[in-house]
């Protein structure tokens, strides 16, 4: 103790407020704050000054603790239009303070020290606590208080807010998201009509909205489990997704009518189910997930072939891995790759002269289309080929998510 004795001497060289002294001693003892620890060591030490009669006068601070209240009362203030249920305070101070105080812990000879900031950013919690009746987050609070100590300026980093949902696609024109114009990139032109997009509707355009509308929020984003083709409709158990939107106002939702309002306007087109609360780990699952999709691919070959064959089809692709260059039809935009899935199933369902149904599930990621018609060799082996006629398949429908059963 002595030691600290020492340093508390030296310290007080200077005027410093019972916060400014309190937090060269931070890691001693727990339970007590910086201004409570500051004041006992004051007082043991002998023929110690008071504190200065004015806190801007503190050489570390220069009244910044003087402010607490204020800026709890600005970050009320500011977050007064939004819901939120937990919280967390960051402080900006000026560097030349930052510098100042960090200076003087090696002036000292002080080791046990706490930032500013730190001190800071606790005791306006406290306060706000006090105030709001809702409790400091560290982990994932919904609202956190930047506040410029500099300028008396608070700006708020709202949580986004998460929408566990699924949907089937009744449509074959639909894409997944909102596609900007490859010509403007959004801005509008002759191309898209000056729309900005390359469809008129999207999966994320049948919900996003009526969630942002709910939430008062101010951007949404949607994420899928994978996501099928344009023309391909998503039947069965639907697909997962998350409907992420930035900057809610408010919260606490009525699920069961956005999901009601959100099919409503996506009649015929697309269906909506079991929408519920979610979260940013449960988003992040979902567009990492891999799970098998089962498929129903309508295909119709150019030539009369021998149906026979249709068992060697299945008997060289059940349960077998194939190997998929990046098919020709999406080249532009993605790189190059060879990449093997399985085929864990494949049956034949119909036959029609020239047409098959196939129920085919596979491997996330892998690519049914090209598995049929063999993207000219790039797809191997293919139905195609295994059958020595050329195809064209006709419909395409994903019929299963394999993260549930049916
Ligand atoms: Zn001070
Ligand atoms: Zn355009």
């Known amino acids: 103790m002595s030691n600290r004795l020492e340093i508390a001497g030296r310290a007080l060289q200077r005027p410093l407020c019972n916060h400014c002294l309190g937090r060269l001693f931070a890691s001693v003892s727990r339970g007590l704050s910086d201004e409570q620890r500051g004041a006992i060591v004051r007082t043991s030490l002998p023929e110690s000054p008071p504190p200065p009669s004015d806190i801007g006068e503190c050489y570390i601070c220069r009244g910044l603790f003087g402010e607490l209240e204020k800026f709890a009362e600005l970050s009320v203030r500011e977050g007064e239009a939004y819901e939120f249920s937990t919280f967390l305070v960051g402080t ?61 300026r608070v700006v708020l980093d709202v949580a986004p807010l998460f929408v566990y949902g699924r949907y089937r696609k009744y449509s074959r024109g639909l894409p997944q998201t909102r596609w900007p114009c490859r010509e403007c990139r959004g801005k509008g032109c002759p191309r898209c009509g000056g729309k900005g997009r390359m469809y008129d509707s999207s999966v994320q355009d049948l919900i996003g909205p009526v969630v942002m509308g709910y939430a008062q929020a101010e951007e949404d984003f949607f994420h899928g489990m994978g996501r099928e083709d344009i023309d391909a409709r998503m039947l069965g158990n639907g697909r997962p997704f998350v409907v992420e939107v930035r900057r809610p106002r408010v919260r606490s939702l009525d699920l069961g009518k956005i999901e009601s309002e959100a099919n409503a306007g996506a009649r015929d087109k697309v269906e909506f189910l079991e929408l519920r609360p979610s979260s940013r780990a449960e988003m992040r699952a979902i567009k990492e997930s891999t799970h098998p999709k089962t498929y129903r691919a309508r295909v119709r070959f150019q030539h009369d072939f021998d149906h026979g064959k249709l068992n060697e089809v299945v008997t060289s692709l059940d349960g077998k891995p194939i190997s998929q260059l990046t098919p020709s039809r999406v080249a532009h935009r993605r790189a190059n790759l060879e990449r093997t899935r399985s085929v864990r199933r494949i049956s034949v369902e119909e036959v029609s002269g020239r047409e098959v149904v196939f129920v085919v599930e596979a491997d996330s990621g892998t690519y049914i289309k090209e598995l049929m018609h063999g993207d000219e060799g790039r797809t191997q082996p293919n139905v195609a080929g295994i059958l020595g006629a050329t195809c064209e398949v006709l419909e395409l429908d994903v019929i299963s998510i394999g993260d549930k059963g049916e």
């Open 92 to 152: 900006k101070v000026d560097a030349e303070t930052i510098e100042r105080e960090e200076s003087f812990w090696s002036e000292v000879g002080a080791k046990e020290t706490e930032s500013i900031k730190a001190e800071l950013n606790r005791e306006i919690g406290k306060i706000i606590e006090g105030r709001l009746g809702k409790p400091v987050d560290f982990k994932s609070p919904e609202m956190v208080f930047l506040i410029d100590t500099r300028f008396d």
